[in-house]
């Protein structure tokens, strides 16, 4: 046997070995994730969608159903069937007699630590907001995080003045945190010692958001009058 | 939800969620290459170029999977790509550039496995970063691993001279003083606003 | 090839190869590995224990997988491989966490993806499973994974303990306790990892002391 046509051999059958070794583990890889995949998405789905309805029954008060609408950069009000994720979320709630009660609208903004999301309720009648639940925030915990567990903060949203003004295009006031213990008036939040930065920033958050949304929703309103 | 401005991103992925001492992603070279000041700057520097080549890749692999709605691919083909790419970038640069390759080459294996570089590529995804706003946060990123990098060795060079117990030597210390670092870290949140 | 050397299969020595990941080598102690998951979200005892789960589970998979392939896998690929395999399993575990709670996920974030590099399970992979029977790798996992385990609930635990007063969410100071939020903070894991290290290292001078 001559040497060398050993080697060539052997190395080509080592280079063929290869590619059918990195072909089947691929293949082979492929299908588990895929398999998984199919198994598990459909009760994901089910569990996000769940917790997304949890956390908008706990922002307005009475509802039994939910509208999931987005505005477009144009302005207008879609419903569409897969929301662009790059856009907040409005909900409108309806209760058993198919009643308008009020809106869940999703908000961010910069916090302390990283990107707030919340949702808040919002009673179009009243021209109030009536709830607020923290979606997703990674504040320092035991200080910053204050504003997902903290009482007398949570109860600023229990009734906060968001009314438009004559125009119907703009709040009467600004939403503003003020320091804690020295809210006046009923468009302030009272802010928390310690997570003086978190609470002001979801002050923002809210006045950024609610100036844009609850003047559209005003003009809109019979769009989301009755329950589909 | 990507509104956020250049500077803020910057800040953010440097300081404010410093990827070392907030995120405790890249410990390993963190822990292992930060003796002398030397080489810890030359690693930062190589990590920081491989960030934002990963980060540019992570930015099309992305757009691809949106496009052929296979999300479940994203990891997996992350990881490949990240580390033919770093393959591809230590072949490419040992061609072009001899010099540069002495001065980085021994690091850019070891970077292949670095949970930071794997990170940042996740990260940027989920907060939904443009391109633009992706190489801003590898670079902030990469500037914030050198940074920290760059401390720790500064302060390992003078704890050299230091006679502490055997016990507390080596790893144990170095922790200790991560620990110090991140506290000071601390302080440089709230900066975005 | 070079596989089925060095290591007889005797009884006693399979428990010597899990034993060894628990105690004599345990990878987060004395190997110091796989750090960086390992730290961002030990700030709770749940989210460590989860957390310790799903690499020990990744662990074990690809063991048993790369120790059966391995006269399948040629030398000059094996890494490629291997981290292919790795990537499979974490994609898998992070599906099924997502369908058990959505909450734990959105604790754990992105650092389920990051098990993918974790040092401590390719270096498993490299060192013993593509030596080593699929029985024996599966030990040797099962070993270190709960190794790993269990020096993550000593982390956690601590940090939850100290940081906020509870374990399990359950009270273990009463009301009144001052919490230590630096514990929670990422500064303390850095701490709390290193006085476990000293701990034992302390153990280990003293045991050498008295050998002498």
């Known amino acids: 046997m001559n040497g060398q046509q050993t080697i060539q051999a052997s190395q080509e059958a080592g280079s063929r070995k290869m590619l059918i070794a990195m072909v089947g583990i691929g293949v082979m890889c492929a299908l588990l994730i895929v398999l998984t995949y199919e198994g598990t998405s459909e009760r994901i789905s089910r569990l996000r969608a769940q917790a997304l309805q949890e956390a908008i029954f706990r922002v307005v008060p009475d509802i039994s159903s939910t509208r999931a609408f987005q505005l477009t950069a144009q302005g207008e009000f879609t419903e569409p069937a897969v929301p662009d994720p790059t856009r907040p979320q409005i909900f409108a709630g309806y209760n058993d007699a198919g009643q308008l009660k009020g809106f869940a609208i999703e908000a961010s903004g910069q916090g302390y630590a990283d990107v707030i999301r919340i949702l808040y309720g ?20 035991g200080l910053g995080d204050k504003i997902e567990k903290d009482v007398t903060f949570l109860e600023n949203f229990n009734g906060l003045d968001v009314s438009l003004d004559e125009t119907d295009e703009a709040l009467r006031q600004d939403v503003v945190t003020v320091k ?8 302030e939040i009272d802010g928390i010692t310690g997570a003086t930065i978190s609470s002001r920033a979801i002050g923002n958050i809210i006045n950024e958001s609610a100036a844009v949304i609850l003047p559209k929703i005003k003009a809109e309103m019979n769009l989301f009058s009755d329950q589909q | 939800m990507n509104t956020e401005s250049m500077w803020y991103i910057f800040i953010n992925a440097c300081l404010v969620n410093n990827f070392v001492l907030a995120y405790f992603l890249g410990i390993c070279p963190f822990l292992g290459v930060s003796g002398k000041l030397d080489t810890a700057s030359k690693m930062g520097a190589a990590v920081t170029f491989v960030m934002l080549i990963s980060s540019m890749c992570a930015y099309g692999i992305h757009a691809l999977l949106v496009a052929v709605n296979a999300p479940f691919l994203q990891l997996i083909s992350y990881i490949v790509v990240i580390a033919s790419t770093v393959q591809l970038v230590e072949m490419f640069i040992r061609k072009m550039s001899p010099a540069l390759f002495r001065a980085l080459g021994i690091f850019l294996p070891l970077i292949t496995t670095n949970c930071a570089i794997l990170g940042l590529a996740l990260f940027q995804t ?3 970063y443009d391109f633009l706003q992706s190489l801003v946060y590898a670079l902030g990123a990469g500037a914030g691993f050198t940074l920290a990098l760059v401390l720790m060795a500064g302060l390992r060079e003078q704890l050299g001279f230091t006679e502490a117990p055997k016990v507390v030597r ?5 922790l200790l003083i991560a620990g110090i670092l991140s506290l000071t870290f601390m302080g440089f949140s709230g900066l975005g606003n | 090839m070079n596989s089925k050397i ?11 190869t899990f034993l060894k990941g628990l105690w004599k080598e345990n990878p987060v102690f004395v190997q110091v590995l796989g750090m960086c998951p390992v730290l961002a979200v030990s700030n709770t005892a749940i989210n460590a224990l989860a957390m310790g789960l799903a690499t020990a589970f990744v662990l074990l998979m690809s063991n048993v997988l790369v120790s059966s392939l391995r006269n399948f896998i040629p030398k000059q690929v094996r890494i490629a491989s291997y981290i292919l395999i790795i990537a ?3 994609t898998m575990t992070d599906y099924a966490i997502q369908a058990i709670s959505v909450d734990l996920h959105k604790s754990l974030g992105a650092f389920i993806s990051l098990i993918v590099v974790n040092c401590l399970i390719l270096s498993r992979a490299e060192a013993f499973a593509s030596k080593n029977t699929v029985g024996k790798s599966m030990l040797d996992a099962l070993g270190m994974g709960f190794g790993f385990v269990i020096a993550l609930f000593c982390l956690g635990a601590v940090r939850e303990i100290l940081g906020n007063g509870t374990l399990f969410n359950l009270r273990v100071f009463p009301e009144g306790f001052q919490a230590w939020i630096v514990m929670i903070l990422p500064a303390g894991g850095f701490f709390t990892l290193a006085i476990w290290l000293l701990v034992f290292n302390l153990y280990k001078e003293r045991k050498e002391r008295h050998e002498h």
């Open chain 1, 122 to 141: 919002y009673d179009p009648v009243r021209e109030e907001i009536v709830g607020f639940y923290v979606l997703e925030s990674k504040e320092t915990p």
């Open chain 1, 180 to 187: 804690s213990g020295t809210k006046s008036n009923p468009w």
């Open chain 2, 126 to 128: 989920n907060k939904g």
């Open chain 2, 170 to 174: 080596g790893t144990v210390i170095t």
């Open chain 3, 6 to 16: 060095q290591h007889s299969d005797l009884p006693d020595q399979s428990m010597d």
């Open chain 3, 88 to 90: 499979t399993f974490v």
